[in-house]
Every structure is written in structure tokens, then in C-alpha cells.
């Protein structure tokens, strides 16, 4: 079953890599220059640019990263005859082959998104902000599917990738933590 969860994540990757390159290159360009005005307006101080440059290239990852999640939720798929909602929680929870697939694709798909945004700002430090970011990013996605007819809205879709969400989270939180340990 993992090797068809990591065909699956290469094949959207590579298919949504070119467009969402473009789109990351924006992004990193539009936070340097963010970062320029920001260093004019604070005085030259060379750790501006170290940081807006490592923030630059944060920016750019969660951007094609945004456009990967994008491709895979919504531009993959073909409009459905009707909209479909299950507000029932584990619901998708059987012993089926593609069920726990999916489940696992679910939880794995926000990991990188609690990753980036740990490294990209302090408020995503907080596990509160964090999850309820994921929380509220999946729920777009749920509804946009629903909406568009692009998906169904499934419950179990917002509780798995918010617990992806907290493993990104948490990864992030025992490095973090294991790092200063070293330092001191």
C-alpha cells in the first residue's frame, strides 16, 4: 500500500511541479522584495537579508506546495453530477484497500504545510494557531470541493488532515526542542 501512497504523491508532484514552479518563484521574489522595504525602512542591518532570503525560499516551497495540494484536490478531478456531504466521523474508516489509502494520503498531505509555516513564522509555533490553520485549510478545500462538485465533503477528510497537521506540528516542536538542548 505505500508504494501506490508514494506513486501517487511522485505522479501529482511531478504533474503540478511546472505550473507551481512558476508560482514559487513569485512568491520568492515578491518576499525579497518585501524584504528589501522592510531592511530600508529598519536600517541596514546585514541578518535582514539572511533572513528574508531563508524566508524567500520557505515562501517559495509553500507556494508550490500550495499549487501541488490545489492540483491534487481540486484540478485532478472531474465535476460530479451531484454534491455529496458525510458529516459522519470515520466513516472511511474500513478495511477496504482504498480507503486507508486515502487516509494516509489525507494525513500526509498537511505534514509539509505545519513544517513550512513552523519555519516560516513564530504564531505557527503555537499549537492552537497550527491546527486551527490546518483546520481551516482543509475545511476551504471541503467546501470548494463540495461547491465546485470537485470532490465530496467528508469529515473524516478535515480530522485526518488536521492530524497530519499536528504530526508536522510535532516534528517540528522535537527538533526544535532537541536542537536548543544541544545548543546548551
Not at 524567500?56 to 492540483?71: E, R, T
Not at 472511511?92 to 498537511?110: G, Q
Not at 465530496?152 to 508536522?168: A, K, R
Request: glycine content about 4%; proline content about 2%; hydrophobic content about 55%.
Amino acid at each position: 500500500m505505500f508504494q501506490i501512497i508514494k506513486h501517487d504523491m511522485l505522479k501529482y508532484f511531478y504533474l503540478y511541479f511546472g505550473k507551481g514552479s512558476i508560482f514559487a518563484l513569485f512568491a520568492f521574489f515578491l518576499t525579497l522584495i518585501f524584504g528589501k522595504f522592510y531592511k530600508k525602512h529598519q536600517g541596514e542591518n546585514f541578518d535582514y537579508n539572511i533572513v528574508f532570503f531563508k524566508k524567500a525560499v520557505i515562501m517559495a516551497i509553500l507556494s508550490l506546495y500550495v499549487y501541488v495540494v490545489i492540483g491534487i484536490t481540486l484540478l485532478s478531478r472531474e465535476i460530479h453530477s451531484e454534491m455529496y456531504i458525510n458529516l459522519q466521523l470515520f466513516y472511511s474508516f474500513d478495511k477496504s484497500l482504498v480507503a486507508p489509502k486515502y487516509l494516509y494520503e489525507n494525513i500526509i498531505m498537511l505534514i509539509p504545510l505545519a513544517i513550512l509555516l513552523y519555519m516560516l513564522a513564530a504564531p505557527f509555533r503555537n499549537i492552537v494557531i497550527s491546527l486551527l490553520t490546518g483546520f481551516f485549510f482543509s475545511l476551504t478545500i471541503e467546501c470548494v470541493q463540495l461547491v465546485t462538485r470537485l470532490g465530496s465533503f467528508m469529515v473524516d477528510d478535515i480530522w485526518t488532515n488536521t492530524l497530519g497537521m499536528f504530526i508536522g506540528f510535532t516534528i517540528c516542536w522535537l527538533v526544535s526542542t532537541i536542537w536548543r538542548t544541544i545548543k546548551k
